[in-house]
């Protein structure tokens, strides 16, 4: 079975649609920029034109970058504010919507580093803000927002997600210091078994990664980016 799943980011909206049984894209993913501003309308225009361009009529499973409640968007702290109380899956024709960590981490858990493992397993991505997913036994807690909890008197991804990488020009070894002094944090309060570190810079691990010592093992996400399409694919399915 397929379904079409679509990951909206602060930059990119991206679509493909997903073979749920082996997790593989079927189809070579599009890739649209995000509007700005992203308000509601012209996001769920770009989202209509991904259905258009797979010329889609199955399953849809959409992510969005924040609390997402039976379709309801609840929070968006780095889209545009208008989307507070909007019900995304009605205004997205029907599709199954879901936060964008939750995605990627069942993604993971079904296909990637969290596959059949027991325990606390707790998958984190960095991009724009940070993301978390947590599963216990394989099973989601849905919607926790970890990326917020804080650290030194600010929100955790207001000091170590990727965008504060970019925009203070850190280099691997500052900003690893960050996201060690994250990790432990989170370390301490849920002691997982398993932490798994998703987002686009999941790619570049090996420059971050070897200078992070934390007491629980830290791995990258084996899906990298298109974690989200089919993680809102499985979900959708
Ligand atoms: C949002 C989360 C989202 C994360 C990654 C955070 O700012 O609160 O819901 O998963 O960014 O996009």
Known sequence: MEVLGIDIGGSGIKGAPVDVASGQLTQERLRIPTPQPA????????VAEIVKHFSWSGPVGVTFPGVVMDGVVRTAPNLDQAWVGVDAGKLFDGARVLNDADAAGIAEVTFGQGRGKRGTVLMLTFGTGIGSALFVDGTLVPNTEFGHLELRGKEA??????????ERNLNWDKWAERVEEYLRHVDMLLSPSLIIIGGGVSKKADKFLPHIKVDTRVVPAALQNEAGIIGAALVAA
Do not use: C, G, N, Y
């Open 39 to 46: 308000r509601p309308e012209p996001v769920a225009e770009v």
């Open 157 to 166: 991804e207001h000091r170590a997600s990727d965008r504060v990488r970019e």
